[in-house]
Every structure is written in structure tokens, then in C-alpha cells.
């Protein structure tokens, strides 16, 4: 893979609160299957959207303040909840790991972050509860797979929140018939009532 040198000269804009530090230059290895032109880092779309080499205008960028600034140039604290006033930088800047989880609404970052806030302030280790979990269900996996269905049975649970659609009083029946064959079966293969998740919707 070829290595570009991309020069960075460009003043991160000024936001209207915090202003960004200026960056100097930053070494990526860019992909040898992008096609470039001026415009493009990659001018092939990909989900319906080519890579221009500088951030479009929008009502988005232009609140954070990044509209016309070189996107594999921007600093970790353009796009953070206060922007330099964020402590995650702190760390970063001390050689600590950082990982960003991107998202595409604000919903969702609200809450993944106030749920890993919560699990951080609880002493709860992910690596511990979730591979306890799946030896729970009898799963063997990877560090890796553990933490994802952990978070499978998360999603699973949270889904139970939802309403039960509307359906005939036969149905209903139906349904609670099959909950509590489940249970019985659960309970005479060993696993604890607390254990027992809520099966599928149906209907």
C-alpha cells in the first residue's frame, strides 16, 4: 500500500465556543484500490458516497466549525461532546488508549456513552460479565465473541421493552403456553430462573 504524506496546512475554523488547535502533518496509508482526482481522495462511491478531500458544508459542520477542513486531518476533538474541553484527550495525549465509536445520530451516543459511564462507575468489568454469560449458556468463545453476545442478549432484553403488537386472544394464549414450556425446560437442564431470557416476540 502506497504511503501519502498528506500536508496539512489548513487552520482548523474557529467554533463559535471552543476554538481547534491547528494541525501540522499526518502520514496515513491510504487505500491502493481509491481512485483520486482534486475533489476525491476516492471518487468512487461507497453506500452511496464518494471521499472528497475537504468537509462539505452542512449544518452540522458548520455548528462544529470543521466545514472545508481536510477529513483524514481532523483532530480527535473536533467531533467530541465540548470538542478540547473533553477530558478523553487528556489520556490520549498521556499515550492511553482512546477508541471512538462512530455514529450517525445523536440518540445513540447519548447513550452508549451514559450505559459505559454507568457499567465504569459500577466497577463493572465487560471482559469478566461477559464471558461469565456465555460460560452461563454453555458458549465457548473468543474474547471477542464473548463481548458480542453479551451485547446480543443486551439488545435482546432492551427489545422486550417494546409493546407487544396487537394480536387475537388465541395467539396470546399461544404465547404464554410456549414461555412457560421454555421455562420448565430451562429450569430441568440446570440453568437458575434469573437466567431465563424473554424468547422472541411473537406476532
Not at 59 to 84: K, M, N, W
Not at 90 to 103: C, D, N, S, T, V
Not at 117 to 140: E, F, H, M, P, Y
Request: proline share 6%.
Amino acid at each position: 500500500m502506497a504511503q501519502w504524506i498528506v500536508g496539512i496546512t489548513t487552520t482548523i475554523m474557529t467554533n463559535r465556543i471552543n476554538p481547534l488547535p491547528t494541525l501540522t502533518k499526518s502520514v496515513f496509508d491510504l487505500n491502493e484500490t481509491w481512485m483520486g482526482d482534486r475533489e476525491h481522495y476516492d471518487n468512487q462511491k461507497v453506500n452511496g458516497l464518494t471521499f472528497p478531500r475537504v468537509i462539505r458544508s452542512s449544518e452540522f459542520t458548520q455548528e462544529l466549525g470543521i466545514e472545508g477542513c481536510d477529513p483524514l486531518a481532523l483532530p480527535v476533538a473536533a467531533l467530541l461532546y465540548q470538542q478540547a474541553n473533553n477530558h478523553w484527550p487528556w489520556k490520549l495525549a498521556h499515550g492511553r488508549e482512546l477508541y471512538l465509536i462512530p455514529a450517525g445520530d445523536i440518540v445513540a451516543v447519548v447513550f452508549a456513552t451514559e450505559l459505559l459511564s454507568q457499567l465504569r462507575n459500577r466497577g463493572i468489568d465487560l471482559d469478566r460479565v461477559s464471558q461469565v454469560r456465555a460460560r452461563q449458556d454453555g458458549k465457548t468463545l473468543d474474547k471477542t465473541s464473548n463481548t458480542k453476545y453479551a451485547a446480543q442478549i443486551i439488545a435482546e432484553h432492551i427489545q422486550g421493552w417494546l409493546p407487544l403488537r396487537s394480536t387475537d386472544p388465541e395467539s396470546q394464549h399461544e404465547i404464554a403456553q410456549l414461555r412457560r414450556q421454555l421455562a420448565e425446560l430451562r429450569q430441568r437442564l440446570g440453568d437458575e430462573p434469573s437466567d431465563i431470557s424473554t424468547p422472541p416476540r411473537i406476532g
